[in-house]
């Protein structure tokens, strides 16, 4: 079985300051893992995603992130925040079986709601 | 443009009336997939279709069909609406390695049933 847990389901940051999202995955086997931005009123937008090649990967907008296997984490950053990062944010784990393939199932995490003042 | 459409965008409906949420995709894709959104609960999968005439059960099926006839369309069926399916639902697809490419959702459909 496979499972997501993101640590806070709010996060406050003011412009220009660091934005980190925590995300823990559960996994029997070498998962895949997303991060999806899901702005208001719209529908999912892939951030970035981990598929076993290099573990510090890096999306759009400026976000990164890093693959831990000895923490089972995949953490969100972005260096400086930015108004338009407002959004909720999802983690997403998914599995590839022993040929290296992949199921159709994809599990999220409960989001994370991320806040940007001034 | 490459997308996955939905329809329609609100649905508001009363309790046993049957409805279906249609989802169409344009790329080719052989995975394509349903999932509710609530708060606090994120997006649980209600079921997948890996290509035509072959779906499989997610999270959260009760109360749900799905059909894969053609390629491009996998709609959504609510035999009798209960209450509790309100939520906001998506649709999304993906080339045969789901996993490894991630999904491309369409833009929701929210459904109220009272």
């Known amino acids: 079985a496979q499972s997501v847990t993101q640590l806070g389901s709010h996060v406050s940051v003011s412009e220009g300051a660091l934005v980190l999202l925590r995300c823990n995955y559960s996994?029997?086997?070498?998962?895949?893992l997303f991060w999806y931005v899901q702005y208001p009123n719209q529908g999912l937008q892939l951030l970035l995603k981990?598929?076993?090649?290099?573990?510090l990967v890096k999306g759009i907008n400026g976000f990164e992130a890093e693959f831990k296997k000895s923490e089972t984490s995949f953490h969100l950053t972005k260096p400086s925040a930015h108004m338009s990062d407002a959004a909720e944010y999802f983690c997403?784990?998914?599995?590839?079986?022993?040929?290296?393939?992949?199921?159709?199932?994809?599990?999220f995490g409960q989001g994370t709601i991320l806040t940007v003042h001034p | 443009e490459a997308q996955v459409t939905q329809n329609p965008r609100y649905l508001i409906t009363v309790t046993g009336k049957k409805l279906t949420v249609t989802c169409s995709q344009n790329m080719n894709h052989e995975y394509m997939s349903w999932y509710r959104q609530d708060p606090g609960l994120g997006l649980r999968q209600i079921y997948y279709s890996m290509n035509v005439e072959v779906t499989d059960k997610g999270d959260v099926p009760e109360g749900y069909k799905v059909s894969r006839k053609e390629k491009r369309n996998f709609p959504l069926i609510l035999e009798s609406p209960s209450p509790n399916q309100t939520s906001l639902y998506f649709c999304?697809?993906?080339?045969?390695?789901?996993?490894?490419?991630?999904?491309?959702f369409g833009s929701g459909t929210r459904l109220t049933v009272v």
């Open positions: 981990y598929t076993s090649a290099a573990t």
């Open positions: 999304a697809s993906s080339l045969r390695t789901a996993g490894s490419q991630g999904y491309t």
């Open positions: 997403a784990v998914s599995r590839a079986n022993a040929g290296g393939t992949s199921y159709g199932k994809l599990t």
């Open positions: 996994s029997s086997v070498p998962p895949y």
